[in-house]
DNA sequence: CTGTTAGCGCGTTCAC
DNA sequence: GTGAACGCGCTAACAG
């Protein structure tokens, strides 16, 4: 594999040079730029990365925290980033937290060690108030998807704001008994941090209507889980008549267990879940969208424009929802 | 960041030495070892990647070669990958090809660059054979997981044993008006060659019970063109008694069809999938098992023994398939 | 605008 | 078993 002096020899100029050439740094006559690149060319040149980084001190790299990346929002997201990274020239270095706490402490501990990244990005609500004071002491610049950390510029999803849509959609469905089933507290508190800002809206939205918000169901945010609980809640004699699911996960467990209990979606139940997850439009499911993959480009791109002039910009953006109405809602 | 100087300079012995007690590499006084390892301690000395990449010409880090990674399968096996990495020490580094030919073109071109990763893993049926060989040009060792590409070691699930344990527990409760639905051809022909495998596997356990197999039903592989082409099929008065959907996000649109037909599953209809995705328990899904995360820790457990003394095995192995009988299953 | 020189931080000969 | 010197491949600082 040549080398930069190669290249150098060839265009007949000195490695600086042929440096100044390749990178665009520093001001290089037109006709000898030429002549490198030509020369490159010819030698299918490509620098070490190695080298580059031991001179620069950049590795080219973004690493990206994620918890069990196995679902449908951290998975998605990843896309987002590694096609926006890609398009930068920089790889994405994957650190799965895992569900447990043995992962996590190894991934950072491994952190520790130097320059492996350029930059971190954080994504959903899953640090702990530990975690984000050790990734602030490691010294490279970090970004949050999800619930902000001090000092770290951070975007989320406007949960509260979800809440309302979700809820004012039935409101103005004519409906009233309408119950919201959220995830559970064993996850991490910062996590759980999103779903009560869901819960909030709703009821924030409920009362505005002159309602009285019934008491938010709560338990692990899996289909599975929710199937098993929305089995019982709607047998109940006083079943309620629409349902604000925290997730879509969430309202397809929904929707499954009304239609094992002969229910009919919409007719006996309205069901509006969140994320417009990619089963959502088979399931015919009414939705809060938001959008990952949109997501992760948007901060890898600021990423990029933040270590080429540092902003020192640690502002936290809150993201719109967007409602999507398919035909699991009805009138009341 | 101390540097190994400082290392050795409070160690009282010189770069070298202090790099050979660190590394494990050459030999090494014992006590002298101790003293070093001490002064690293207590110095909290990281070795730099870059430098280490730089002599060595090792990077320390895994790429992993993945079709859109929004997909159960893949996200699950990188939960796999991610983990055996760490516990290796080892980065993931994360190419995702999209679902589009501009990105596959600039992810391998990517690839052209040297020592990004020390090996790499390619993973689901998703590699055209000019991309193989682009592979084997690059120089750095590659393993598959799926469709193994000559002179590369790989696994691969036995997607025809997958076909006959399906269908033949399906015959086994009785079931003759047996149909396989499997996913489309429009995708890639690597991965085309799984679903027809799946559907060779159909037909010689239909044809072993003396039965005609049914044509295969194509759609795109996913539940909602599952859900819309079941609701015709099942709608016909000759409709089938039992399904063999090619993966579980196909069965899940089928049963959703069922369903909102009216028929009762397994009364009316018994249905198979493939995968034993997240959702599978939820759907209550009988399945036949295959466990990416698994797969995912055995790559790279066999990468990194490679790594440290090359094999040149370039066998292909089947994985075995294991049936898991739920309630979405029953007798004739 | 260009060439020379000096590192970046390690691993690794080759002497002793 | 240990130390001095060199090299990995590139960029940055300084002259010219």
Redesign the pocket.
């Known amino acids: 594999?040549a080398?930069?002096?190669d290249v150098?020899r060839l265009a007949?100029?000195?490695?600086?040079?042929?440096?100044?050439?390749?990178?665009g740094?520093?001001?290089?006559?037109?006709?000898?730029?030429q002549r490198v690149l030509q020369a490159a060319a010819a030698l299918d040149?490509?620098?070490?990365p190695?080298?580059?980084s031991?001179?620069?001190?950049r590795t080219g790299a973004l690493g990206v925290l994620a918890p069990a990346i196995d679902t449908w929002y951290v998975s998605t997201l990843l896309r987002g980033i590694a096609e926006a990274a890609l398009s930068h020239d920089l790889d994405v270095v994957l650190y799965d937290l895992g569900r447990g706490a043995e992962m996590r402490e190894r991934v950072f501990e491994r952190f520790r060690q130097?320059h492996h990244i350029d930059a971190l990005i954080s994504t959903t609500f899953a640090l702990t108030h530990r975690e984000v004071s050790r990734l602030a002491s490691i010294g490279i610049p970090a970004v949050a998807l999800g619930d902000g950390a001090a000092g770290v510029r951070s975007w989320c999803l406007d949960d509260e704001r979800v809440g309302t849509l979700a809820t004012e959609h039935l409101l103005s469905l004519g409906h009233r008994r309408i119950v919201h089933v959220g995830g559970s507290t064993v996850l991490d508190e910062s996590l759980f941090a999103a779903e009560r800002l869901r819960e909030r809206g709703y009821q924030r939205a409920m009362r505005a209507a002159g309602l009285q918000p019934a008491p938010t169901l709560l338990h692990d945010p899996t289909a599975e889980a929710s199937y098993a609980h929305a089995l019982s809640m709607l047998r109940s004699p006083d079943r309620p008549r629409a349902v604000f699911a925290a997730t879509d996960e969430i309202a397809m467990g929904v929707l499954l267990a009304a239609r094992s209990l002969g229910l009919r979606v919409p007719l006996d139940l309205s069901v509006v879940g969140v994320d417009d997850h990619a089963y959502a439009a088979a399931f015919d499911l009414t939705t809060v969208r938001q959008d990952p993959r949109e997501h992760g480009e948007r901060i890898v791109d600021w990423l990029v424009a933040d270590l080429a002039a540092p902003s020192g910009d640690t502002s936290h953006e809150l993201i719109e929802p967007e409602l999507v109405v398919r035909g699991s809602t009805a009138p009341a």
């Not at 740094?25 to 730029?33: I, K, L």
């Not at 040149?45 to 070490?48: I, K, P, Y």
């Not at 031991?54 to 001190?57: D, P, V, Y």
């Open positions: 594999m080398v930069i002096d150098a007949g100029v000195s490695k600086a040079t042929a440096s100044r050439a390749l990178s740094r520093g001001s290089v006559a037109d006709a000898t730029r040149f490509r620098a070490s190695a080298a580059v031991l001179a620069t001190g130097r």
